[in-house]
Antibody, heavy 122, light 107 residues
């Protein structure tokens, strides 16, 4: 079974750092891009960025460029989303998703993780 | 960025009725358009890709269509499990933008 397993809920204080994970199984991890999507409370989906685990090429949406870092460790089939300095406005649900890919080009998100809740509060 | 505009924001219908949800791109995205369903407390699920191709396991009552930069998701006869939030996404151009979602609720 193809699945993405995300790390558990996090509660952090403003200014702290955080790294959440997304582990793929049941498929060739390096054959598909992985993306991260933010969903703030009561709001819609926001495409943050994606990574090609085979070579760690990344692409970010402008609002998230410089605010987060997406990385991957192909040896353990895991992608990451990290913050160096959290803000209260980072409070949200974060989903990882596999992107259907053809000839190395990423398309739609065909498999989703269950999400990681991040709460940032003093 | 390519803004994606969904309408209506909320659609109130009864089981058995037909639902039509719309999504408009600000410029051409070809047929690189996906629809996702998100039930309360759950992760999104891929319904449609390529504007009109149903994903694996998606019932035939769900269909997608395209006319230029206008896209529709149609549910032919609503079942109780279809009441959820539906989001469109273009994956033609970086970044792959989502619409703001349409909430399909029970009338």
């Amino acid at each position: 079974e193809v699945q993405l397993v995300q790390s558990g809920a996090e509660v952090k204080k403003p200014g702290e750092s955080l790294k959440i994970s997304c582990k793929g199984s049941g498929y060739s991890f390096t054959s598909y891009w992985i993306g991260w999507v933010r969903q703030m409370p009561g709001k819609g989906l926001e495409w943050m960025g994606i990574i090609d685990p085979s070579d760690s090429e990344t692409r970010y949406s402008p609002p998230f460029q410089g605010q987060v870092t997406i990385s991957a460790d192909k040896s353990i089939n895991t992608a990451y989303l990290q913050w160096s300095t959290l803000r209260a406005s980072d409070t949200a649900m974060y989903y990882c998703a596999r992107l259907y890919s053809k000839y190395g080009h990423p398309y739609y998100m065909d498999v989703w993780g269950r999400g990681t809740t991040v709460t940032v509060s003093s | 960025d390519i803004p994606m505009t969904q309408s209506p924001a909320t659609l109130s219908l009864s089981p058995g009725e037909r639902a039509t949800l719309s999504c408009r791109a600000s410029q051409s995205v070809s047929s690189n358009l996906a629809w996702y369903q998100q039930k309360s407390g759950q992760a999104p699920r891929l319904l449609i890709y390529g504007a009109s191709t149903r994903a694996t396991g998606i019932p035939a009552r769900f269909s997608g269509s395209r006319s230029g930069t206008e896209f529709n998701l149609t549910i032919s006869s609503l079942q109780s499990e279809d009441f959820a939030v539906y989001s469109c996404q273009q994956y033609n151009t970086w970044p792959h933008t989502f619409g703001q979602g349409t909430k399909l609720e029970t009338k």
